[in-house]
């Protein structure tokens, strides 16, 4: 029930990849609406920092997924009637995911530590200043980081519709094998 089967994903990366969803778009969420705070909001001092504890938490959540993934590398088969081009796509979008996300997250680390200091997750602990960006540097890492940021939307809504595809057009069982864990195998 915690690790994946051939049948079918475990409790483990079913957690990784709703949890993942939840950050990702809870810090694009809040983002976007930085974006437009003026000095004087609240949020103006609150956001960066809450910014920046969520996309710590989600390397460390992202490391540990490509961790568990090496560890636990049996993967599900692909259902029967999927095709290759719907094998090679959904393949090929989670490698894309993965990429842009990571980029993202170490372009965000790049802009925070560009003033020297390190960032920190939540006051509890501290990530070192590895390189420090001039300030060409970190306008390039803030292009990068909006743009990818935007990507991950637009992937990531592109595939939660071709999940509700599989679900209610297909009606195969793509969207439950990422919402209910995979039972034991029988030998």
């Known amino acids: 029930m915690l690790t994946d089967k051939r049948s079918g994903y475990g409790l483990v990366s079913i957690l990784f990849h709703w949890i993942t969803a939840i950050l990702v ?54 259902l029967p009637e999927h095709s290759r081009a719907v094998i090679w796509g959904s393949g090929a979008v989670q490698l894309l995911l993965y990429i ?23 006051d509890l602990m501290r990530f070192p200043v590895l390189i420090r960006l ?23 809504s592109l595939h939660g519709i071709a999940a509700l595809i599989h679900h209610f057009v297909w009606r195969d069982r793509t969207l439950m094998r990422m919402i209910k864990p995979a039972r034991r195998e029988q030998p």
């Open 134 to 156: 001039g300030p060409d540097g970190v306008d390039r890492a803030g292009l990068i980081h909006f743009w990818c940021a935007w990507g991950i939307i637009v992937l990531a």
């Open 25 to 78: 778009v809870g810090l694009f969420g809040l983002g976007l609406y930085m974006v437009g705070l003026s000095y004087y909001d609240a949020w103006y001092q609150k956001g960066p920092p809450l910014h920046i504890s969520l996309g710590l938490t989600l390397m460390l959540l992202m490391v540990a997924r490509v961790l568990w993934r090496l560890i636990n590398w049996r993967k599900p088969a692909p």
């Open 100 to 122: 842009m996300i990571f980029t993202v997250i170490i372009t965000g680390y790049l802009m925070t530590t560009s003033d020297g200091r390190p960032a920190r997750l939540f």
